[in-house]
């Protein structure tokens, strides 16, 4: 499992269209707060094999290139550790 | 914008994987309640087109295969008004 503090700060610029809590203030952007860490993985895994397409995916490709299996694991544990909704 | 009942009664198979309150059990699938309406519409068609591949997508492309547009925008609008964390 990944490192949740390793994943925060790690997190700066998902925090763009994710949002500071997880809640994406844009509504084409996917909430990750409570997300179950190893959807995260694997969703984050496909954007970075650029398997996963379509929607706004070719943003995801681009910022998940450069992620490492440790950064995925750990940002994965992070968005999973946050409260669902925000609160 | 969906149709949340409308939403609901098409959900009855969705909710074995994602769960009966859009908090899915098994860990590799993702958590569908609270999020964005938006973001689940674009996900949907993605893997209906098969542009979204990698982790298990498959399975999800199978069952988006026989939703019509309207089918989406209700399953989306009904997930999307179900209470973050499943709470």
């Known amino acids: 499992a990944g490192n949740v503090e390793a994943g925060k700060a790690k997190s ?3 925090a763009a269209c994710h949002g500071q809590n997880g809640i994406a203030q844009i509504p084409m952007y996917a909430n990750l707060a409570g997300q179950h860490e190893q959807y995260l993985v694997s969703a ?3 954007y ?3 398997e ?3 929607g706004m995916a070719a943003i ?3 910022q998940a290139a450069s992620l490492s299996d440790e950064d ?3 940002l994965a544990a992070y968005y ?3 409260p669902a ?3």
Chains 1, 2 share one sequence.
């Open 12 to 14: 700066a610029v998902c």
């Open 44 to 46: 984050l895994k496909a």
């Open 48 to 50: 970075r094999s650029k």
């Open 52 to 54: 996963r397409n379509g």
């Open 60 to 62: 995801m490709q681009g």
């Open 72 to 74: 995925i694991a750990n």
């Open 80 to 82: 999973a550790s946050l």
């Open 85 to 87: 909704g925000g609160k």
